[in-house]
Each structure stands twice: as C-alpha cells, then as structure tokens.
C-alpha cells in the first residue's frame, strides 16, 4: 500500500479543487481519506471526480457531521463509494436517514506522542480546552434575539441535567424550537446547533469555573476566552504534542468536562491522558462505562454525574495517592490495549472490507 499525503485548505476554491483532483489522478489513487471533510470543495468538484474515477471516498467524523452544511454550506455529497465514520454513536441514525452509510469509531491516541515521562507534578488539578467563546459569539451574532429568549429555557435545561446526566438535551431543544416560528433566515437546523452549543458552553464554564473557586492548584489550559473568567495566573496556553504531554503527566487529576450533547462520544482529551498513564476524571456516560471498567476494585477511570460530585471525586483522589495510581496504570494499560489509532485504522478497515463485499454481492 502506497500512501501519498498533501496539503489543502479546508474548502478550497475551484482551481484548488481541479488541482487536487489531478494529483489524485496522476497518482493513481484508489482511495480518499478525509477527516471531516477537509479539502473538500462546496461545489462537488472533487466529489465529482472520485464518482467518476470510481474511487473510494472514506471520511472520519471527528466532530459534527452537520456542522457545514448547517452553518455554512453543504459539502456532503452521497456516493455507494463513499464510506462515513463518526465518533459520536448519536449520529450514526441521523446520517443512515440522510442516505449516508455510517458506523461508529470512537477517537484513539497516538502513543508516539502521548506516553508515560517521569512525574513532577506541577498542578494538583488541570483541564484542558477551549472556552468556546468565540463561536458562541459567532452563533449570537447569527441569532441574537432568537437566543435571547431561549435563554431561560436553556437554563432550566441545564439545572434538569445537573441532576440527571442521562437528560437528552438534543432532544429537549429540538422539541422546543419545533414549536416556534422562526424567522426565514434562521432554519430549525440551525437554531437546534446554536442552542445546544450554546447550553454546552453554559455548562463547561459553570463546572471548570466551580473547580477553580474550590481548588487553589486548579489550571486551565485554553484561549484567551477565559480570562473573562479567571485571572492569568490561572491560565495557561498549550500545544497540542510534546506541550500537552508535559500537562497530562504534571497534573495529579486531569478533568475532561464534555459538551452536554456529546452522549455518545468520547473527547480526545480521554485516550490522550491514559495513553500518558496520567489520572482522569471524565464525565459519565454508557460508552465511557461501555470501553472502560468505571466501578469496583478495577476501575480504570473515574467519571462524574453533577459539578459537586466532581468536587467531591478531585478532593477524593487528591489525598488518596495510592488508589488514583493504581486507577491510572489500569487506565493506561486499557488504552494502549484497545483505543490506538493502529486499532481504530484496523476497525476502519475491517468496516470497509464488510461493506465492500455487501456492495459487491448486490451488483
């Protein structure tokens, strides 16, 4: 197998789009593969041309499959060669009913980047991650006085989840904005993704904003977004390889607080820390519980229902050194076990061969 790799813009403009689809030519491909649809043109040149070279299209979801045709404009074109993964299982029956075929493969690690380093710890407690700030901006921008009044909805929204994890905020809110009249330019697709992005940022700030009043040793690492927030002295910035590396393994407890309507899905932040043979508390959910042991004498990682139970988790493990070693030594050797991304391109793989031989059977 022969790999060739170039570099694209995210959407490129025509003559970006004939170009790659000459490389692709002269290079003899017999297949693409695209993560999120990067380097696909809105006008359906490239997709154009891998139908009528007969060449497979293979693209891995990492995020929202709808996010541009929703907020910006659509890319998605169906082929019987084209091949969908999503790391997030609740997509899997939106994208089937759109015509797409789809299967479920959950993000993974890199281990040559993310590994074991001797510890000094720096920071008791740390998270990681963007503010969302700035595209909770974009989306008011979008709809300010539709937000606006979905304000209090959203709020009573997230107080039901504080005390039920398992609520379907997708649900809930597509239930609601079904019932309003919208104006023309804003669609009920659109309104549906701005307020669950916009209750996912509500929720992500209220619970890292609770950790950093209760913990002196609490550190973010993120966007200047925060600083609205927290001071400087509480915020760090960081690069994704060797940098956040240095993070997850000086960091006692690294916390991952999901986005309220990833229920199904896991964040890279997961399988990034164990693969560092660092100690994570997550957030609960069926697929954390599904890929990990979360209960009993071997617990592999630590998950958290309500923002006070995850208080109560890191100032658990924060004094008990010997049990969180022990959970993370299971976490990392679970990770590097099975959630790889040489396993994931072999789950690929296996997906692709099943769906080939389907397709052959019915010609």
Same mark, same amino acid.
């Given at each position: ?40 043109? =809105? ?151 701005? =307020? ?79 693969? =560092? ?87």
């Amino acid at each position: 197998m022969r790999l060739i790799v170039f570099d694209i813009t995210s959407t490129p403009v025509s003559e970006q789009a004939f170009y790659a689809s000459k490389i692709l030519e002269e290079q003899k491909c017999n297949a693409l593969f695209t993560i999120n649809e990067w380097g696909l043109d =809105c006008d359906g040149i490239i997709a154009g041309f891998l139908e009528q070279k007969k060449i497979l299209h293979i693209n891995w979801c990492v995020d929202d499959p709808f996010f541009e045709e929703i907020i910006h404009k659509r890319k998605f074109r169906k082929s019987d060669l084209r091949f969908d993964f999503v790391s997030d299982r609740d997509y899997l029956e939106k994208m089937e009913k759109k015509g797409y075929k789809a299967r479920f493969l959950p993000l993974g690690t890199d281990p040559s980047m993310f590994y074991p380093v001797k510890r000094n710890f720096v920071n008791d407690l740390s998270f990681v991650g963007s503010s969302y700030l700035a595209q909770v901006n974009e989306f008011v921008s979008m709809a300010e006085t539709f937000l606006t009044g979905m304000v209090p909805f959203l709020a009573s929204l997230l107080s039901q989840y504080r005390q039920d994890s398992s609520l379907d905020i997708d649900k809930k809110i597509t239930a609601r904005v079904s019932a309003l009249d919208l104006p023309e330019s804003l669609s009920p697709e659109k309104a549906v993704f701005i =307020c669950k992005h916009f209750a996912g940022y509500l929720y992500r700030k209220e619970a890292v904003l609770s950790l950093a009043r209760q913990f002196p040793g609490f550190r973010i690492y993120g966007d200047d977004g925060w600083l609205r927030e927290v001071s400087p002295e509480r915020l760090g910035t960081v690069k994704y390889g060797d940098e956040l590396r240095e993070v997850y393994n000086s960091t006692k407890i690294n916390v991952d607080i999901n986005r309220v309507v990833i229920r199904n899905g896991f964040t890279q932040r997961v399988f990034d820390t164990l693969a =560092c043979g660092a100690f994570l508390i997550t957030s609960s959910k069926p697929i954390v519980e599904e890929f990990f042991e979360t209960d009993g004498s071997q617990k592999e990682i630590v998950t958290f229902k309500t923002p006070d139970e995850l208080s109560d988790l890191a100032q658990y493990y924060l004094i008990h050194d010997t049990e969180r070693q022990k959970i993370q030594e299971r976490g990392h050797r679970k990770v590097m076990a099975a959630h790889t991304y040489d396993h994931r391109i072999k789950e690929l793989f296996r997906h692709l061969n099943t769906e080939l031989q389907i397709s052959s059977a019915r010609h």
